[in-house]
């Protein structure tokens, strides 16, 4: 049973459980939040959105044999997790050119990247979550060097098999956001979400914008872009 709140994050509540202390409840909100929560809204059924979309991930990736926190969805808005530790590191892939990289570095959106770039980022609102390296992460976190070798193979794997998941929906991949946490015996597990709040999702056909874009360049519904989301995975990992 849903116990009490533990955590509330810019997009998630995290509760804990009465009956086991290793199992939390998390609560996806309304809430959008962009550019380090600078740009703020709110999206009536978002949260359900942001849960089914996850969860349907969660479980097309344990087909996939990648681990990960996720245990069940509970109803429209809530998910039963592993209680993990997380590691405050965003592991951000990219396979296409979009968003921070292209002002940082000037390169032009929709570049291409073979092998496709990991990026490491300090998770740390009043610093804006800054970009680091391997030594910086030993530093400023618990990682290790053999731990953190394998969270870049588990994301290397991870977005190969999304991007053939999100291939089979229609979407382009352009690149995504994974945490990972540990479980109280230190397996290092892929944790938090995987949404369109957390990917860029291009459509293959017209080249449009499905992911958190519309809401952050402000070209679009969200909400009817996340329903399409959803509906494409539904019809799609049902088969896989
Ligand atoms: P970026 O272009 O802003 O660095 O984002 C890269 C990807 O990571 C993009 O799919 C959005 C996702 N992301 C998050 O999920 N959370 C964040 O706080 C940030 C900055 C990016
Ligand atoms: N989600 C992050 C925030 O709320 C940043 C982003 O995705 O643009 O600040």
């Known amino acids: 049973m849903k116990g009490s709140l533990l955590y509330e994050g810019k997009a ?27 740009k703020k809204s709110e999206f009536a059924g978002k949260g359900r959105l942001n849960n089914l979309i996850t ?27 592993k209680r993990t530790t997380i590691i405050p590191l965003e592991v951000v892939v990219r396979n296409k050119a979009a968003g921070s990289i292209t002002k940082r570095l000037g390169i032009e959106e929709k570049t291409r990247f073979h092998p496709p770039i990991i990026e490491l980022f300090y998770k740390k609102d009043e610093l804006n979550d800054p970009l680091i390296n391997d030594v910086h992460a030993y530093h400023l976190t618990d990682v290790k060097e053999q731990e953190l070798t394998f969270i870049k193979e588990q994301a290397m794997i991870i977005n190969e098999q999304l991007i053939a998941l999100f291939q089979s929906a229609g979407l382009e991949l352009a690149d995504f956001k994974l945490e990972f946490g540990r479980l109280p015996d230190g397996t290092i597990v892929l944790s938090d979400e995987v949404s369109p709040d957390t990917c860029r999702l291009w459509d293959i056909k017209t080249g449009q914008k499905m992911d958190k874009d519309v809401f952050r360049e402000e070209i679009g519904s969200l909400i009817e872009v996340y329903e399409n989301i959803l509906q494409r995975l539904e019809e799609n990992v049902c088969a896989k």
């Open 12 to 38: 998630k509540r995290v509760y804990v459980t009465t009956d086991d202390q290793e199992r939390l409840v998390l609560s996806y909100k309304d809430d959008a939040t962009a550019f380090n929560g600078k």
């Open 55 to 81: 969860s349907k991930v969660f479980q097309y990736l344990h087909k996939q044999g990648i681990p990960t926190h996720f245990i069940e969805a509970l109803n429209d808005t809530e998910q039963l997790v």
